[in-house]
């Protein structure tokens, strides 16, 4: 038996105790009411239950979602000393950067986990399976013209993944911003009904108003 259930029961016992026997109430209505409260508090034990149930999986989710992330970023940061195009290092590094910029955003924001759900699945393993077949391939010296076409195209692909990633960024906050600029907007509309402001927001002067 959980402890709830137990810490239920005893209340309830303790309160038919102090009905029927400490307020001499009819023995109907002391055991309908301690009935009533045992019910009341399994209600409430049960939703704090589930409640913490739902913060420990979101916890365990988190964890579970940035520790591929950062594992994934790190074997991607590993390649950047391997591959000798420089142009490729560079998008390497600003991927790497964007990615931990995002990875700090969704600590202080853990509920937008869906959100960056697809970029860990997909955009950042995606990244780390076409540069290990880069780095490959120019290690190998290849000079065919498929390997030449395949390397440009990584190179290329690699542009538009780090736009992505910057995408993903600006994704994360854009919500907040729209919802900061409706804060200011009732803001402003408070200090000119209180006469504070003007309609171009400028500080009206009391004192020269009462002159």
Do not use: H, W
């Amino acid at each position: 038996m959980k402890a709830s259930y137990i810490i239920s029961i005893i209340i309830a016992i303790i309160a038919f105790c102090g009905l029927y026997l400490g307020l001499d109430l009819n023995v109907i209505f002391s055991a309908f009411i301690s009935l009533g409260s045992y019910y009341a508090l399994t209600l409430i034990f049960n939703r704090n239950e589930v409640l913490q149930e739902r913060i420990d999986l979101e916890r365990l989710e988190y964890e579970q979602l940035t520790a591929q992330a950062s594992n994934t970023i790190k074997q991607i940061k590993g390649l950047e000393g391997k591959i000798e195009n420089p142009g490729i290092q560079s998008n390497i590094s600003q991927i790497c950067e964007t990615s931990d910029k995002i990875l700090l955003s969704l600590k202080e924001k853990p509920k937008k986990m869906k959100q960056v759900r697809k970029f860990v699945d997909y955009y950042l393993p995606f990244t780390l399976k076409i540069l290990d077949q880069y780095d490959r391939v120019e290690n190998q010296s290849l000079t065919s013209q498929e390997s030449i076409d395949f390397m440009e195209r990584v190179e290329r692909m690699l542009g538009r993944v780090k736009m992505a990633c910057e995408a993903q960024l600006n994704n994360m906050y854009d919500l907040d911003i729209i919802d900061t600029n409706a804060d200011i907007k009732v803001f402003e509309t408070m200090l000119k009904t209180d006469g504070l402001v003007d309609n171009n927001m400028n500080i009206i002067d009391v004192k020269k108003e009462g002159e």
